[in-house]
């Protein structure tokens, strides 16, 4: 069977929704063997899609709750409600439907520029990701699982300082937390919104695996699906430039995985956090 992952090109074309009508959006997904729509993906998708009604202020926050899954070989299509428009902040409420289907909703809400007094928790101390084998590299031994899916090209490079699902498998006493770093594999557009919606898609990928790796899982050992999903932009990053993502999953219970990361830049600025859960089990 073959897994293969789209281009970090696809994923930036897809992401850029189209415009029909007022707070009316329509956008392409990446298809797949399962045709199985990618959580992250479309609620990068409907940030995207809100944004576009709120021109001069950038997101600094997403909920986004998952109510059923879609089909990837058709489009989605957005409606964006104007639910408030402050001096500061404007609050967007967005519907992701394939015909009479309701597949997402969420909230999303934009903000000026404000300054002020600032603090974060510090960036841990983890190698340099020069210093990290690539995650292909790492998983080497595994080239002939899945048909080759450890290996497959990925439009980020990952570089884990903890071990990823794969490798934990083999450890008696797996681990809650995962840090890992990552980057595009190629220059992207300048533009802080398809920054964060970038980030929202990648989150919706790598989080989980927190919480499957304290289930002795991986991402397709197991049926898993995401139930809701919230990021905090906290500052403006390049997605071409490395960011550590500090991940842990807290708690597991009543076929419930919870995620959380918190996201560096290189010279250690917390730029996002966000939290996700799961849903393992039956469909």
């Not at 300054?115 to 995650?135: F, I, K, N, R």
């Not at 071990?163 to 006493?173: F, K, M, T, Y």
Request: aromatic share 8%.
């Amino acid at each position: 069977m073959s897994f293969p992952s789209p281009s970090l090109a696809d994923v930036i074309t897809t992401l850029q929704v189209e415009q029909v009508g007022d707070g009316q959006f329509v956008a392409t997904q990446l298809d797949n063997p399962a045709h199985h729509i990618v959580g992250g993906h479309i609620a990068g998708q409907a940030l995207m899609a809100a944004s576009r009604t709120a021109p001069g202020r950038m997101p600094h926050s997403v909920h986004v709750y998952y109510l059923r899954a879609g089909d990837a070989r058709l489009p989605v299509e957005f409606e964006v409600v104007r639910s408030r428009d402050g001096g500061t902040l404007s609050t967007r409420r967005i519907t992701a439907t394939q015909g009479d289907q309701v597949l997402l909703e969420a909230l999303a809400s934009f903000s000026t520029e404000v300054g002020g007094p600032e603090h974060q928790s510090a960036m841990p101390d983890v190698p340099d990701p020069e210093t990290l084998p690539a995650m292909q590299d790492q998983l080497a031994d595994y080239a002939d699982e899945l048909g080759g899916y450890w290996l497959r090209p990925l439009p980020f490079d990952l570089r884990y300082v903890d071990a990823p699902p794969r490798l934990a498998l083999e450890h008696p006493d797996p681990s809650s937390r995962l840090r890992m770093f990552w980057r595009a594999t190629d220059s992207v557009p300048v533009d802080p919104v398809l920054h964060s919606c970038l980030l929202t898609y990648l989150s919706g990928t790598t989080m989980l695996e927190t919480a499957l790796v304290m289930r002795r899982a991986t991402p397709i050992s197991t049926f898993n699906a995401l139930i809701d999903h919230a990021l905090w932009f906290h500052r403006p990053f390049d997605p071409a430039e490395w960011v550590l993502s500090d991940q842990f999953s807290p708690s597991g219970i009543d076929g419930r995985g919870l995620a959380t990361a918190t996201m560096y830049d290189r010279s250690g600025r917390v730029i996002c956090i966000a939290t996700q859960e799961l849903y393992f089990g039956r469909k």
